[in-house]
């Protein structure tokens, strides 16, 4: 696909999102948050669902998260506008909930089938959520930081950067398989 036709594709992806009502999250959401960044990336990072800086301006990691997300990007030399950034949901949980199963299942299309046209060669997980979407028997505390095949994705699970500003040990544990992330890319391009 070219850059174009991958262009076009998640363009009408976000327009499908702006018009789903498919569970029950558009109705409170100020804006769809359908994901952000390059389609022509080596890698998306993938997290759970909009918080509140994310449905004020309909963009994914805007908030204190996001910050640590592009501080730890810049570590292994990217900009956020290098990679694409999504989340699971696209709309906002009311009160930053947890998303529900019906509305997980309602919204992973969305997800796959940007994945699908970005074909990027390392899906990051950050965060339980979104690692369970790809590994659902997986968990976070144990596989944080190992690589796992899930049908034609390579899944890399990290924390999320917000598990890791509320609490420090998480964070150093996501800032070490992080700064792996370069490393680990090579490998999979390698096929080890
Ligand atoms: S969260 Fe997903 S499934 Fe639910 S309304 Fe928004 S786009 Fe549709």
Excluded at 120 to 141: C, E, Q, W, Y
Excluded at 165 to 170: F, H, S
Aim: aromatic content about 8%.
């Amino acid at each position: 696909m070219t850059k174009d036709e991958k262009e076009k594709g998640i363009s009408a992806i976000a327009e499908q999102i702006s018009l789903c009502k498919k569970c029950r999250l558009y109705e409170q959401a100020l804006h769809p948050v359908p994901g952000d960044g390059s389609c022509n990336t080596e890698i998306t990072f993938v997290g759970e669902a909009p918080g509140f800086y994310e449905d004020q301006q309909g963009i994914p990691f805007v908030g204190r998260a996001g910050k640590l997300l592009e501080f730890m990007l810049k570590q292994i030399g990217y900009k956020r506008e290098e990679v694409w950034i999504g989340n699971i949901i696209k709309h906002r949980p009311p009160e930053n909930r947890d998303p529900l199963p019906d509305e997980i299942s309602a919204c992973q299309d969305y997800l796959n089938h940007q994945l699908e046209i970005i074909s990027p060669i390392l899906v990051v997980t950050l965060g339980r959520f979104s690692m369970n979407h790809f590994l659902p028997d997986a968990k976070i505390s144990v596989d944080h930081g190992k690589v796992q095949k899930a049908d034609k994705f390579t899944i890399y699970p990290l924390y999320h950067p917000a598990a890791g500003l509320r609490n420090p040990q998480v964070k150093k544990n996501l800032l070490i398989d992080f700064l792996r992330i370069p490393e680990i890319l090579e490998n999979v391009k390698n096929g080890h």
